[in-house]
């Protein structure tokens, strides 16, 4: 049983070179692959190509073993050709076997012939140049066959792409470096009302803005169809991107009409419904105004970035660009090249052109480092000088480029402690703290969790094409109780899962809400603070003996504390006092 032969994948290819050998040398030309296939051939031998060369191919046997080119002068009494059925007679006059070699193992032969004597004196007067000649194309058929190789696999991981692609709900549209269709998944499709891509139609997609939730708002315009959505363009390589549509802008309408229901405010950038939050967000109105430095701090989870957008959104800025960037997800040697960019030549391996930085990048707009904290020393100095002298230098160069960049930078830390520990300088701080902003955590403003359940719920259900009706009020209560270490964010994968394993009544119950809430809630309830136990125990006793001092005096025998004491604790918990006469 023969195995799959490269050759053979590109025998045309390998044909023309065939032709070129005779042409240039002037005999006869044969190509065999590994299983003793003719492959290629020319005159009388190409049309034997495809055909078997089992019992004509004694020579090439011993050439595909051994890897090395033979030149038989005297066919049939050569002494390879003691084991040759045509021994002592045969009728050609000269052969030349060449191995063609793939990652150095023989994988066909070039076989040259020749029938007449004054052929042989030819090549025998040419035989040195001739056969860097045929090395050359034995090369250039190793070649060829690399590039097929590397198109089949290319091939082959795009459909395996498009394949993932067709099974994803979203809306995905893979584009070329111009913006031409690649690919459309099923969903897609759908959407513009096609059964297949539709060559040579234009394909354009514009970024209107930073929408609702963090996401990018688009317009898409494709087949006639003009569609504006909510999703993000994803770089696969400098040639090709998707855009992934979440959903249509329909739905963000139909998020008004929750959010309406229940009185909360509804902002370009972000929903809230708590008095904390709208105190919150009309001190952001203000001071989105001017051009001082903010700082932003907060728990995890607690929506910092969304902040900084709205800051900028709401700023005289808003038409030039919010550049983001992580301080503590880029590795500290390639920090300052990303804030500040290098020029041509910087460094080894460093881009020949050179590369901007993203202060540069935001001139004239905002510019959000979040993730403060994380800044290495050493750049927190360069930082530092941004701050004081509004102007960068580039890696590998001495010019001041001069900036105009609103700075916004956010951390989870305590940056005073960060000071008194060495590991963040006291001056830089100064110069961030101009305007502070402190987020609240999601377990200070209850209200809110109640407006994002209902947000998240609505959202998930349409995404997973789920039927949503309801949250039970036992899951409210308790989503209020618990402390959300994770804010928004945990908030929201928890009601992802509870979407995902949601019965088909639609209704999101206590049983659909993950162990480790229950149990962390259940872990809060048994294990209460001493203050907890202590004032639930005065308070227990007043209202049963009663506010008066006597009853007091009694109290105070009770708990084993003097009567001053239990006034101070009365004072320290703020208990409220019954006058009683």
């Known amino acids: ?22 042409q240039v040398i002037g005999l006869e030309v044969e190509i065999m692959d590994e299983n003793l296939i003719r492959v290629a051939g020319t005159g009388i031998l190409k049309k034997k190509s495809g055909l078997s060369m089992e019992k004509e191919s004694h020579i090439y046997k011993q050439v595909l073993a051994g890897g090395i080119t033979q030149i038989v002068v005297n066919p049939g009494y050569d002494t390879l050709c003691l084991d040759c059925d045509k021994k002592n007679n045969c009728n050609e006059k000269l052969e030349i076997s ?5 990652k150095n193992k023989p994988i066909g032969v070039i076989g040259l012939i020749c ?31 690399f590039e097929n190789i590397q198109k089949k696999m290319s091939f082959s991981k795009n459909e395996a792409l498009k394949k993932i692609l067709n099974e994803i709900s979203d809306a995905i549209v893979l584009l070329d470096d111009k913006k031409n269709v690649i ?15 539709i060559p040579n139609h234009s394909f354009v997609c514009n970024k209107i803005g930073e929408a609702f939730m963090e996401k990018t708002s688009f317009s898409i315009k494709f087949n006639d169809i003009a569609i504006v959505g909510i999703g993000e363009l994803v770089n696969l390589s400098p040639h090709e991107e998707l855009l992934i549509f979440k959903e249509k802008i329909e739905f963000q309408e139909e998020v008004l009409q929750i959010i309406n229901s229940t009185s909360s405010t509804l902002v370009k950038e972000f929903l809230f419904s708590s008095i904390e939050m709208k105190s919150l967000y009309e001190r952001l109105k203000i001071i989105s105004k001017n051009q001082s430095t903010v700082l ?18 709401k700023s005289p800025r808003n038409k030039n660009p919010f550049i983001a960037i992580n301080c503590g997800a880029i590795p500290e040697a ?22 901007i930085g993203k202060f540069e990048l935001a001139n004239r707009g905002t510019i959000f480092l979040d993730e403060i904290g994380d800044m290495p020393l050493y750049m927190q100095v360069k930082l530092l000088r941004v701050l004081q002298e509004r102007s960068i230098v580039k890696i590998g160069s001495h010019q001041l480029i001069d900036i105009d960049v609103r700075i916004i930078a956010a951390t989870n830390k305590n940056l005073e402690k960060l000071i008194a520990e060495g590991s963040f300088r006291a001056d830089l701080f100064y110069r961030l703290n101009v305007i502070p902003i402190e987020i609240p955590p999601l377990r200070k403003r209850l209200d809110d969790i109640e407006l994002f359940t209902n947000y998240f719920s ?20 308790l989503f209020q109780e618990y402390s959300w270490p994770g804010n928004v964010r945990e908030l929201e994968n928890t009601v992802e899962y509870m979407v995902n394993i949601m019965g088909e009544d639609g209704i999101l119950t206590e049983n659909c809400i993950p162990n480790k809430i229950k149990t962390i809630k259940n872990t809060q309830i048994k294990h209460k603070s001493l203050d907890e136990i202590e004032k639930n125990a005065i308070m227990e006793l007043l209202n049963e003996f009663g506010h008066t001092k006597k009853a007091k005096i009694k109290i105070s025998n009770i708990l084993n504390i003097g009567i001053a004491t239990l006034y101070r604790k009365i004072e320290k918990y703020h208990i409220l006092e019954k006058i009683e006469i």
């Open 334 to 355: 390639l920090l300052e090249s990303e804030l500040f960019g290098y020029s041509k030549g910087a460094f080894t391996g460093a881009d020949s052109k050179g590369k």
């Open 296 to 313: 932003i701090t907060g728990e995890s989870g607690t929506g910092k970035e969304m902040v900084a957008r709205t800051i900028h959104i």
């Open 458 to 477: 609505k959202r998930y259900s349409k995404l997973f094409m789920k039927n949503f009706s309801e949250i039970s009020p036992e899951v409210i209560k």
């Open 115 to 145: 029938f007449l004597e004054g052929q042989k004196d030819n090549f025998i007067k040419n035989q040195e140049n001739f056969i860097k000649f045929l090395e050359q194309i034995s090369s250039f058929i190793s070649s060829k066959i």
């Open 98 to 102: 060449m191995p063609i070699k793939f």
């Open 1 to 22: 049983m023969t195995t799959n032969s490269l050759l053979l994948e590109i025998k045309d290819k390998v044909q023309e070179y065939a032709e070129v050998i005779s």
């Open 183 to 197: 690919h459309m998944n099923k969903k897609s499709l759908n959407l513009f009302k096609i059964q297949s891509i």
